[in-house]
């Protein structure tokens, strides 16, 4: 069945430092589709960063890399030179070929000065 | 630019109301889902449609109605309203390839008294 598990509800992490998110998921689909969403205070879903079952190479956006380990089923979120607007939530989320899309628990991420 | 609208944004409900929660979008996307998102649960899938005229359950249908005449709208009625459908609501499509990108509308924070 398929199903993300997100393990941190929350982090600290000090402005400038590298953080990283964690989330695995499971599925028996060969064709799927991993997902990044960062969720500030104001509510609004912000798409980060995308990675596809097929893909070869981590992908990447700017400060955001995505750790796609295949084997382990990880597709944990890097962000590099964590700056203090990087507070809010972020939730990773898995589509199975044409099917549903479902997302994890979220972590709740404090950037400290 | 619309992208995906919902209405209505707020919304105090009394226990026993019905009522239907409205998005529409304008990408002319296959894929529109109904998310509620409560503290610690992060977004819960209720329903999803793969296109017109198909409709599933998610994690949490109960209590829930979905229909899908159009490809553009995806009303979400509340047939008999509870205080634990106190949430906050979030419509979002997408394109129906595995990697095509997820888009949200703003939101409905719904209170059941």
């Given at each position: 069945?398929?199903?993300?598990?997100?393990?941190?509800?929350?982090m600290f992490v000090q402005e400038k430092e590298a953080v990283t998110l964690d989330?695995?998921?499971?599925?028996?689909?060969?064709?799927?589709?991993?997902?990044?969403?960062?969720?500030?205070?104001?509510?609004?879903?912000?798409?980060?960063?995308?990675?596809?079952?097929?893909?070869?190479?981590?992908?990447t956006?700017g400060r955001y890399s995505l750790n796609?380990?295949?084997?382990?089923?990880?597709?944990n979120l890097v962000i590099s030179a964590s700056q203090?607007?990087d507070?809010?939530?972020?939730?990773?989320?898995?589509?199975?070929?044409?099917?549903?899309?479902?997302?994890?628990?979220?972590?709740?991420l404090?950037i400290l000065? | 630019?619309?992208?995906?609208?919902?209405?209505?944004?707020?919304?105090?409900?009394?226990?026993?109301?019905?009522?239907?929660?409205?998005?529409?979008?304008?990408?002319?996307?296959?894929?529109?889902?109904?998310?509620?998102?409560?503290?610690?649960?992060?977004?819960?899938?209720?329903?999803?449609?793969?296109?017109?005229?198909?409709?599933?359950?998610?994690?949490?249908?109960?209590?829930?109605?979905?229909?899908?005449?159009?490809?553009?709208?995806?009303?979400?009625?509340?047939?008999?309203?509870?205080?634990?459908?106190?949430?906050?609501?979030?419509?979002?499509?997408?394109?129906?390839?595995?990697?095509?990108?997820?888009?949200?509308?703003?939101?409905?924070?719904?209170?059941?008294?």
């Open positions: 069945a398929q199903k993300i598990t997100q393990t941190q509800p929350g989330c695995t998921y499971d599925t028996s689909d060969p064709s799927y589709g991993l997902f990044w969403y960062k969720q500030p205070s104001s509510g609004e879903m912000i798409f980060l960063i995308y990675q596809g079952s097929y893909d070869q190479q981590n992908a956006e796609f380990q295949k084997a382990r089923k990880s597709a203090l607007g507070s809010a939530m972020y939730f990773c989320a898995m589509r199975e070929g044409y099917d549903k899309i479902i997302f994890g628990k979220g972590t709740r404090h000065p | 630019n619309a992208g995906v609208t919902q209405t209505p944004k707020f919304q105090v409900l009394k226990t026993g109301q019905s009522m239907t929660l409205q998005c529409a979008q304008d990408m002319n996307h296959e894929y529109m889902s109904w998310y509620r998102q409560d503290p610690g649960m992060g977004l819960r899938l209720i329903h999803y449609s793969v296109g017109a005229g198909i409709t599933d359950q998610g994690e949490v249908p109960n209590g829930y109605n979905v229909s899908r005449s159009t490809t553009e709208d995806f009303p979400l009625r509340l047939l008999s309203a509870a205080p634990s459908q106190t949430s906050v609501y979030f419509c979002a499509s997408s394109g129906a390839l595995v990697g095509n990108t997820i888009y949200f509308g703003e939101g409905s924070w719904l209170t059941v008294v």
